[in-house]
Each structure stands twice: as structure tokens, then as C-alpha cells.
């Protein structure tokens, strides 16, 4: 059973930067890849980017590649989404996923936060 807990989300205007972070309560996460989806309203949740846990292997969406980095903090057991050049199509409901190593598809992660809304404005 994995719990996550979403923070760090808010307001900036276009261009700006964000960081949001997810707390992960679980035994351990070595089995796990960790994602961040976004959900904007009357659109389907889409994938922004995965981490595999214990090897750190990162995956993005093409609409982020470049401006947003995901990590995590292994003695924590905390994962990051670092927001850079933000634009006004990035605002959504930002959630944290856990699936199984290997999880690509949204489908293949059955653990989710609460969200987080993130708004940029112009």
C-alpha cells in the first residue's frame, strides 16, 4: 500500500517556476516507478513524467521536455517536479502516481495523491 501526499502548488504568471512535491509513505519503493500526471479541466489526465525509484531513470511528455525535471530524494521518500518556464497550457491538477516498476500508461498506477492545482496566467 503506497500513500501520497501532493504540495507546493499555487498561482505564477507565465515564465515563471514552481516546484511541487509528493510524500510517499510505503514499505519500500524499490519496486516502484513514481509519475506525475496533470489533469486540466474537461481534458482526460495526462502523463507529465516518471522516475523509476531505485534507479532514477526519468521519462517526460514532449510538451515538458526541457522545462520540467523530475527527481527524487531517496532518503526522504519524497519525489519532485521541478516547473521551469511555465506557460498557461501547463495549468491543471498536478497528481502523484505510484505503479510498479516499468509502469508507463496511466492505467498502471494504482496508488494516487489528492492533486495539487497549479495556475499560470499570462
Known amino acids: 500500500q503506497v500513500q501520497l501526499v501532493e504540495s507546493g502548488g499555487g498561482s505564477v504568471q507565465a515564465g515563471e517556476s514552481l516546484r511541487l512535491s509528493c510524500g510517499v509513505s510505503a514499505r519500500t519503493l524499490n519496486r516502484y516507478t513514481m509519475g506525475w500526471f496533470r489533469q486540466a479541466p474537461g481534458k482526460e489526465r495526462e502523463f507529465v513524467a516518471t522516475?523509476?525509484?531505485?534507479?532514477?531513470?526519468?521519462y517526460y511528455a514532449d510538451s515538458v521536455k526541457g522545462r520540467f525535471t523530475i527527481s527524487r530524494d531517496y532518503a526522504k521518500n519524497t519525489l519532485y517536479l521541478q516547473m521551469d518556464s511555465l506557460k498557461p497550457e501547463d495549468t491543471a491538477v498536478y497528481y502523484c502516481?505510484?505503479?510498479?516498476?516499468?509502469?508507463?500508461?496511466?492505467?498502471?498506477?494504482?496508488?494516487w495523491g489528492q492533486g495539487t492545482q497549479v495556475t499560470v496566467s499570462s
Open positions: 522516475i523509476t525509484w531505485i534507479s532514477g531513470r526519468t
Open positions: 502516481a505510484a505503479g510498479l516498476i516499468g509502469a508507463t500508461m496511466k492505467a498502471d498506477f494504482g496508488s
